[in-house]
């Protein structure tokens, strides 16, 4: 399989939400499924947007730029919009992965119903961490619901569930999902991360506890471009060369801070 195919089968994978790890479900009573279901709902789903842009690929090897309208999941975090979301799905996972320059563009944000959207820009990203924010054109005449990721948040602990709530695409009417997965490891390499056992969890959205606290987003991680060179490359051991983990909250506001400030040092 050649590295082209691996990576859109790789981004193929993160888009439809393919099982990331495996887990033994909790016994809980069907009535504590449903409350705790309706909980994770009311708490996500108000803050819940689709991200639509046309992406502009370049080949390292040339040619002419290939184009091709997306739609991702993101995550309100402020009241004036702004969204977070992951670099990967934004594009960034060809250019970790291998060379490819993708440039987004015509970004537009649905909030709730919206079918049509609201002009967006990237404004800045984090490689390493796979995040990337995107902020509303123009400010919302009222504010907006969000997810505080800097208050009523939680770090879930080895063997604890973590639900997130998606919404399905435009041909299923958005209708809203709910999946959940357990906390299987804590990791420290590249960096504080929390694995999750094998269950449908997707990349590039958030998670929260039972109660509905903020406890992380599901990122992309993979090895430093040396650690990858010295290992051969992505080659026949491609599908060990990355893993889908939850970036605590802690580590999601901090870089939320960092980014924001250096928006504002260049503005």
Do not use: H
Not at 10 to 34: N, R
Not at 67 to 93: F, P
Not at 130 to 138: G, P, R, S, T
């Amino acid at each position: 399989m050649s590295m082209r195919q691996n990576l859109q089968s790789l981004v193929l994978a993160a888009m439809v939400g393919l099982p990331i790890a495996g887990v033994t479900q909790s016994q809980m009573t069907e009535q504590e499924y449903v409350e705790t279901y309706e909980t994770v709902k009311e708490a996500v789903l108000p803050a819940l947007v689709r991200v639509k842009v046309v992406m502009s690929m370049e080949s390292p090897w040339g040619g002419e730029p290939e184009e091709e309208e997306m739609e991702v999941g993101g995550l309100l975090i402020s009241a004036d919009g702004q969204v977070l979301l992951t670099n990967s799905m934004m594009g960034g996972l060809y250019s970790m992965m291998g060379g490819f320059q993708m440039t987004p563009r015509d970004i537009k944000v649905l909030i709730g119903d919206d079918t049509e959207g609201l002009p967006a820009t990237l404004v800045a990203r984090d490689s390493d961490r796979d995040l990337c924010w995107v902020k509303l054109d123009d400010e919302p005449a009222d504010p907006l619901p969000f997810i505080n990721i800097e208050e009523n948040t939680v770090r879930p602990g080895v063997g604890q569930m973590v639900y997130q709530v998606k919404r399905l695409g435009e041909f299923f009417d958005r209708a809203p999902v709910i999946k959940e997965a357990r906390v299987t490891a804590e990791l420290t390499k590249p960096r504080e991360l929390l694995y999750v056992g094998e269950q449908s969890i997707e990349v590039g959205t958030a998670v929260v506890n039972a109660e509905g606290k903020f406890a992380g987003i599901v990122v992309t991680q993979l090895p430093g471009s040396e650690e990858m060179e010295a290992a051969g490359g992505f080659g026949s051991n491609f599908s060990d060369s990355y893993i889908w983990a939850i970036l605590p909250p802690a580590e999601v506001a901090k870089a939320t801070r960092d980014a924001m400030s250096l928006l504002e040092e260049e503005e």
